[in-house]
C-alpha cells in the first residue's frame, strides 16, 4: 500500500527553522513528483513547493520564496521541507503529496497525500 508520512513538525518561535520530512513507501519514488502544501485553520490548502521526480527543478509560492527549500532523497525515499525565517502566518498543517510524472506526463491516476505534520509559529 502507498504511504506519505510526513514528519518534523512542532512549535517554534518566530524567525526560526523547522525541517519537514516525508518518507515514501509502496511506489517506485523516483517517478514521483512530490510537493507540500499546506492547510491553516479556516483557509483552503495551498501550495508551498515542489520538485519534479528527478529533483531537477523547483517551484515555490511566492510567499515561500527565499525562506523555504525542497530537496529529495530517492535512495531514502525522502522528501524535505527546509523552512527558515518562519512567521506566525506559516501556522498550518503541511502535507506531503507525491503524483506520479514523467516525460512531461502527469498522471492524476497516481496521487497520494500524507496525514500531514502541525507546524506552529508562535513566541
Known amino acids: 500500500q502507498v504511504q506519505l508520512v510526513e514528519s518534523g513538525g512542532g512549535l517554534v518561535q518566530p524567525g526560526g527553522s523547522l525541517r519537514l520530512s516525508c518518507l515514501a513507501s509502496?511506489?517506485?519514488?523516483?517517478?514521483?513528483?512530490m510537493s507540500w502544501y499546506r492547510q491553516a485553520p479556516g483557509k483552503e490548502r495551498e501550495l508551498v513547493a515542489a520538485?519534479?521526480?528527478?529533483?531537477?527543478?523547483?517551484n515555490y509560492a511566492d510567499s515561500m520564496k527565499g525562506r523555504f527549500a525542497i530537496s529529495r532523497d530517492n535512495a531514502k525515499k525522502q522528501v524535505y521541507l527546509q523552512m527558515n525565517s518562519l512567521k506566525p502566518e506559516d501556522t498550518a498543517v503541511y502535507y506531503c503529496?507525491?503524483?506520479?510524472?514523467?516525460?512531461?506526463?502527469?498522471?492524476?491516476?497516481?496521487?497520494?497525500w500524507g496525514q500531514g505534520t502541525q507546524v506552529t509559529v508562535s513566541s
Open positions: 509502496g511506489l517506485t519514488f523516483s517517478r514521483y513528483a
Open positions: 520538485i519534479t521526480s528527478s529533483g531537477g527543478s523547483t
Open positions: 503529496r507525491g503524483q506520479r510524472e514523467g516525460g512531461g506526463i502527469w498522471f492524476a491516476e497516481d496521487i497520494y
